[in-house]
């Protein structure tokens, strides 16, 4: 079964606009990672924030970890159309990644 | 300068054959993991190597063989497919030791089984 799930499973946007998407988990952790794959591609790695840490920023990006409530956020601010994508979050336990079945993006022109 | 390449792209074939993907990187890193990628974009891991060592190996048919013959190469041989292993394959690449490290992914193997 898969480990992560996120919320929600698509997402439209207007270019410039902020995106929040979520993920729970249910076991405990080492990190969690978040991933973006465009269409028929292969999935680039974001962000990892490690399970003792809160808040994580990359440009754009910004990752909250909530170990209590096993849960985790991915913000994209100021959206552009390059950013329509999946999202996947990944929990990483004993150098396993289990993903969830993503957010898919859509950004608007 | 390829980070992690798959080949083929794409392979169709008829149920009962076998077939081959092979996976090579050039990062330098000492893990290589395959996973698959249903219809429904759930991502799951199948099997991965330290070094050639095989350290992972996930509830997978034994119809699926991985094989390492160095540390820059994860090849995934499949016997008598079937139409449910239709999926995206994906190889990925990660540094090993004391982490944590990211993953580097192929572009994938689009499996079509008819």
Not at chain 1, 21 to 42: A, D, E, H, V
Not at chain 2, 8 to 28: A, F, H, R, W
Not at chain 2, 49 to 68: A, C, D, G, Q
């Amino acid at each position: 079964s898969q480990q992560g799930e996120e919320d929600p499973q698509a997402l439209s946007i207007q270019e410039g606009e902020n995106a929040t998407m979520n993920c729970s988990y249910k076991t405990s952790i080492n990190n969690l990672q978040w991933y973006r794959q465009n269409s028929g591609r292969g999935l680039v790695h974001l962000i990892l924030i490690r399970s003792n840490e809160r808040e994580k920023h990359s440009g754009r990006l910004r990752v909250t970890l909530d170990t209590s409530k096993k849960s985790s956020s991915l913000l994209i601010t100021a959206s552009r159309a390059a950013d329509t994508a999946s999202y996947f979050c990944a929990t990483n336990l004993d150098y396993k990644l289990s993903f969830g079945a993503g957010t898919t993006v859509t950004v608007r022109a | 300068d390829t980070a992690v390449s798959q080949t083929p792209k794409y392979l169709v074939t008829q149920m009962g054959n076998d077939k081959s993907i092979k996976c090579e990187q050039n990062l330098g890193h000492d893990t290589m993991y395959w996973y698959k990628q249903d219809s429904k974009k759930f991502l799951k891991i199948m099997f991965s190597y330290n070094n050639k060592e095989l350290i992972i190996n996930e509830t997978v048919p034994n119809r699926f063989s991985p094989k390492s013959p160095d540390k820059a190469h994860l090849n995934l041989h499949i016997n008598s497919l079937e139409l449910g292993d239709s999926a995206v394959y994906f190889c990925a690449s990660s540094r090993s030791g004391t982490g944590p490290y990211e993953q580097y992914f192929g572009p994938g193997t689009r499996l079509t089984v008819t």
